[in-house]
């Protein structure tokens, strides 16, 4: 076929620049011109908020209330003037005989605003507002990730998130594949229905069991311990499902095999069931730690005190009733994506590739 | 040296029965070979010794012991899977190792018999390697491997030669069979290919839908088969078989009439004139002869020249296709009339039930050649 034959070869840039052709193997097919511009669609449909997010984050109090809004973080050139104790704004004023000078701002009087000549102290004019355009120059604001990291314990959140999402996905990795292996592997009366009711589970939405979980924890006096958020979910009917769909998969020779060869059920299950269901376990351990980390209604419910506040409750603490910090919330924001997006790059090519190939014919 | 016993067991799943009622006696270092068709339940069979099944009745004697209730990791067996089970995941040192780790061997005794094995079996340069970077054959040595170095009771093959392909099949075949005369131990084989059963064993166990056939050696079952199924079965190409009615013949002999054929042949004991039975001949036991001393005459439809040796296939009037085993070449024309004489020290009568008359027939009576196997 034309179309494999092709095919290029398959590094970032030869997919990138991949295309059916035309009739005779070159220029653009229709299709080619489509494809590529539903592709592109869908690239600024995922990445366009988030590189405004991380865009915006650098980005002054000043400069996010701006309107129109700028793309980059831009912040006004401040000069020194001789007698004036701060710095003043820097402005492009266009007089009425065409000419255009930098000047920089003392004050604004309602539409008039009082400008000095940085060269020239001494002078003194007003202008009106519309006649000044500030100049501005690309500038990053690094205190909205210093400030809240410093002095509002963000670090400690951080350190919180990280440890409510290890924990509970290593938990959750290891009781669920133990659940499905049993599910899996062993024969016996009612596995199916067993199996049934787990996924049953999965129609009960949280906000049902919301309050008895609360009374169950509070009795275990775990209320605003990091246990009440990482134990709580850690059995998850999705995650038993996955695993053990991908553990009927195992050849039966290999478990037989194993028996043979006097492996204990626990040998079986932690030196050939488990290994060879890594490509499940990467897919589930990537969802528990998007699940753990973005989980926000639960530890909201059961961590009342700071000091074992998540990120994502942190951040709703930025949201007051009447002011809203946006560019803490931004910047905070972009800390709280970046460990997600790094486990998700490392671990995504166990979703493509399955390493289960299991050297039988 | 373990003996392996087998008393009345019984298999069914659900309410299907598979295996009904089996007694065999596997002597130490014996070669035992499970035959027959797919679906006999051989592989059950097998796997009910190892004690990956567990039986519905009767009872798995090993040694002596009843090992019904002991499970396959303390049978102390082991076996060669068809598919061979490799661990994927571990390299060909790690599968071999494997059993051994976990019967909590030391570093060093674990080293040195993979080491020993892997030189037995000539796969030492691949040690390293993950299974999916060996060939089918070289898997295959793993697999056996894995099996030798836990120096177990006995072995068990679960049709371990069938996914390679013709060539390897019969090199990996000579050297199982130079293994067991190494390592002398007791093993159990199963296989649907009955060359292998006849190149192998020192018994062959034919089963057929769960139930034995017949039990001998290679030589038993091929000149006395004591049924249809195994007379079918053993013997490549395939015995002829042929329904016909005995009728009296001259002399005080019977004749077999089948469709407008008739052989004429002494009396024998246990058929009277009017039995239907059915005459066995094995493709290499017919001689060509002139019209008048035939028992047969066909036309020939087909002719396999193979150089060293030529098989014929008539179709008799009345009767179905038959094969002709001829050494040498023999030139033939298709469409050309064959007259064939059956020898008949080697033909063999069974009953309308498909159990042996005679095998074989000479002067009058039943040739009795020996009839040994079934009690082995």
């Known amino acids: 076929m034309a179309d494999i034959a092709a095919t290029p070869s398959r590094t970032i840039g030869g997919l990138a620049t991949a295309r059916r052709g035309g009739p005779n193997g070159r220029g653009w097919h229709w299709t080619d011109i489509f494809t590529y511009v539903y592709l592109a669609f869908g690239v ?27 793309l980059l973080p831009l912040g006004q050139v401040q000069v020194e003037v001789q007698g004036f104790d701060e710095p003043l704004p820097l402005f492009e004023v266009t007089f009425e005989d065409g000419t255009v000078r930098q000047m920089a701002q003392i004050r604004r009087i309602g539409i008039m605003s009082q400008m000095v000549d940085p060269e020239n102290p001494e002078e003194r004019i007003q202008v009106s507002i519309d006649d000044r355009e500030p100049i501005r120059e690309f500038r990053v ?32 990795l290891l009781i669920n594949s133990m659940a499905a292996y049993g599910l899996a592997i062993y024969e016996f009366r009612g596995r199916n229905a067993v199996m049934l009711f787990v996924i049953g589970t999965l129609m009960i939405p949280i906000t049902i069991i919301l309050v008895p979980t609360y009374l169950v924890v509070t009795q275990l006096g775990m209320v605003n311990t990091l246990w009440a958020v990482i134990i709580p979910g850690c059995a998850t009917p999705t995650g038993v499902f996955l695993l053990r769909q991908y553990m009927l998969t195992i050849p039966r020779d290999l478990i037989e095999a194993a028996r043979m060869d006097k492996a204990s059920e626990w040998q079986i299950y932690w030196r050939i069931v488990l290994p060879l269901s890594l490509p499940a376990i990467a897919v589930l351990a990537i969802f528990s730690v998007m699940w753990r980390w973005n989980d926000f209604l639960w530890p909201l419910i059961v961590l009342n005190r700071s000091e074992v506040y998540t990120l994502q409750i942190g951040l709703n603490a930025f949201q007051g009733e009447l002011n809203v910090q946006w560019h803490f919330v931004l910047a905070m924001t972009v800390v709280a994506l970046i460990p997600v997006t790094v486990v998700f790059a490392f671990l995504q090519r166990f979703i493509t590739t399955g390493i289960a190939s299991s050297g039988m014919k | 040296m373990t003996e392996i016993e087998l008393k009345s067991v019984l298999k069914a799943y659900g309410d299907v029965e598979v295996i009904h009622g089996i007694d065999l006696h596997v002597g130490s270092g014996q070669f035992v070979v499970f035959v027959g068709p797919s679906g006999c339940g051989k592989s059950t069979l097998l796997r009910i010794i190892a004690g990956l099944e567990q039986v519905t009745g009767g009872e798995v004697v090993i040694d002596g012991t009843v090992v019904n209730a002991i499970p396959a990791s303390e049978r102390g067996l082991a076996m060669v899977f068809q598919s061979y089970a490799l661990y994927p995941h571990m390299s060909v040192y790690k599968n071999m190792a494997f059993g051994l780790e976990n019967s909590k061997m030391a ?42 170095v836990r120096d177990p009771k006995a072995f068990l093959f679960d049709e371990p030669l069938s996914n390679l392909d013709a060539e390897l099949r019969v090199a990996m075949r000579k050297e199982i069979a130079a293994l067991h005369n190494k390592l002398g131990g007791t093993m159990i084989y199963v296989t649907h290919d009955q060359v292998e059963a006849m190149t192998l064993a020192d018994v062959i166990v034919v089963l057929n839908q769960g139930r034995i056939e017949q039990i001998g050696t290679p030589l038993e079952l091929y000149n006395c088969p004591q049924n249809t199924f195994v007379a079918g079965f053993i013997g490549s190409p395939r015995m002829n078989l042929m329904e016909a009615v005995a009728e009296p013949g001259e002399g005080g002999g019977i004749d077999l009439v089948a469709g407008s054929q008739r052989i004429a042949l002494p009396a024998i004991a246990g058929i009277a004139p009017g039995d239907n039975v059915t005459f066995g001949i094995r493709p290499e036991h017919m001689d060509i002869v002139d019209a008048a001393q035939a028992d047969i005459s066909a036309p020939v439809d087909l002719t396999e020249q193979l150089g060293g040796e030529t098989y014929l296939f008539c179709t008799p009037e009345g009767l179905p296709q038959i094969t002709v085993h001829q050494l040498g070449q023999f030139p033939v024309s298709e469409g050309e009339m064959v007259h064939l004489r059956f020898q008949r020290k080697v033909m063999h009568l069974f009953n309308a039930d498909g159990q042996v008359v005679a095998n074989g027939i000479e002067n009058g009576a039943a040739a009795g050649m020996e009839v040994e196997g079934a009690q082995a």
């Not at chain 1, 670090?155 to 290890?166: D, G, R």
């Not at chain 2, 018999?113 to 060996?134: C, D, G, S």
């Open chain 1, 44 to 70: 600024a449909l995922m990445f366009l908020p988030v590189v405004w997010l991380v865009l915006s984050s650098f980005k002054t109090q000043a400069g996010l209330q701006e309107f129109p809004p700028t």
């Open chain 1, 141 to 172: 604001a690094w205190e909205n990730y210093t400030k809240p990291l410093e002095t509002f314990n963000f670090l400690t959140y951080l350190n919180n998130s990280v440890i409510v999402t290890a924990a509970a996905t290593l938990i959750t």
């Open chain 2, 107 to 148: 570093r060093a005794e674990i080293e040195s018999r993979v080491q020993e094995a892997a030189a037995m079996l000539q796969i030492t340069p691949y040690l390293n390697r993950r299974p999916k970077a060996l060939s089918g054959g070289q898997r295959q040595r793993v697999a056996i491997g894995r099996a030798i």
